[in-house]
Structures are given as C-alpha cells and as structure tokens.
C-alpha cells in the first residue's frame, strides 16, 4: 500500500484545515486507516482512526474539532480539522494497518511520508 498525504500547512488558530491521503495498492485488505502526529520532540500519536465498517475514534484533544472520512471511490482518507489550536501544530502521518484499529501507532505496517501542520497567529 502506498499512502500520500496533501493539504497540510500553515493556519491561524481557530481556522480550518483539510488533509488528504491518497491511497494505492492492494487498498481494500485494511482494516483500519489512520492519521497520527508528531510535533518536535514528541513521540507520534493517534488522532484519527477509521475502520473498514465505518466506526472511528478520536484521540480526546480533537474531539469534536477533527472528523476523519474517506472516499472508496477516489480511494482517498481525509482528515477535517476545525477550531485549529497551536498545540495541533505537528507533522500528519497517514497510516493503514491489515490490524483491528487502534490508536497505537505501532500497530500500523504502511505509511506516508506525512504533511506539515502550523498554526500561530
């Protein structure tokens, strides 16, 4: 599988921003795809996840401000990210695992090459 991300970059707080994730290859034996983050000197951390039946999670600090979606037919993950807050400023992985979903990303085999997020004033 090979996974593409798109649409990071910079924002004011409290503004919105769209990531996309394009995904190729052999796509429909995920179970779950994913978004992480990583800001500079953290470890990387679940945001978003989205199993093959629909159910998603959330990782308690985007709750109600990001909502994960994709789009089978342009074989596309997104992630929505409203109400922007300095803390959500990190580098975005898109991820996809054969595995039930979880927000640990260690459970993930495939991954892109991941799409920068800042938001300042």
């Known amino acids: 599988v090979h996974l593409v991300e798109s649409g990071g970059g910079s924002a004011d707080p409290g503004n919105s921003l769209r990531l996309d994730c394009v995904v190729s290859?052999?796509?429909?034996?995920?179970?779950?795809m994913g978004w992480f983050r990583q800001a500079p000197g953290k470890e990387r951390e679940g945001v978003s996840v989205?199993?093959?039946?629909?159910?998603?999670g959330y990782d308690d600090s985007v709750k109600d401000r990001f909502t994960i979606s994709n789009d089978y037919a342009k074989a596309t993950l997104y992630l929505r990210m409203g109400s922007l807050k300095p803390e959500d400023t990190a580098m975005y992985y898109c991820?996809?695992?054969?595995?039930?979903?979880?927000?640990?990303?260690?459970?993930?085999?495939?991954w892109g090459q991941g799409t920068q997020v800042t938001v300042s004033s």
């Open positions: 290859g052999d796509v429909y034996t995920n179970d779950c």
């Open positions: 991820a996809a695992t054969d595995l039930p979903c979880t927000m640990d990303p260690g459970a993930f085999d495939d």
């Open positions: 989205l199993d093959r039946d629909g159910s998603v």
